[in-house]
């Protein structure tokens, strides 16, 4: 069976946390470190989902020979 290659999904933008000026509100800064640390997990698990695919893709090439 060959691989149809699946195409990968855009990976979400993150930024790492500075720390907070005197002018910034704590519960902002702690928004905008929760919202990076959420893109992060979505860019592993994308990555992670990916691999296994590519994982299972292979086992299936070589479970033919």
């Known amino acids: 069976m060959a691989y149809t290659p699946t195409g990968m999904q855009a990976l979400f933008p993150v930024y790492l ?30 990555l992670y989902n990916k691999l296994l695919e590519l994982e299972s893709a292979l086992a299936e090439q070589t479970e033919g020979e």
Request: a negative charge; proline letters at 3%; glycine letters at 6%.
């Open 17 to 46: 946390g500075r720390l907070p000026s005197a002018n910034v509100d704590r519960d902002a800064y702690d928004s905008g470190v929760a919202q990076n640390e959420n893109n992060l997990n979505q860019n592993l698990e994308l």
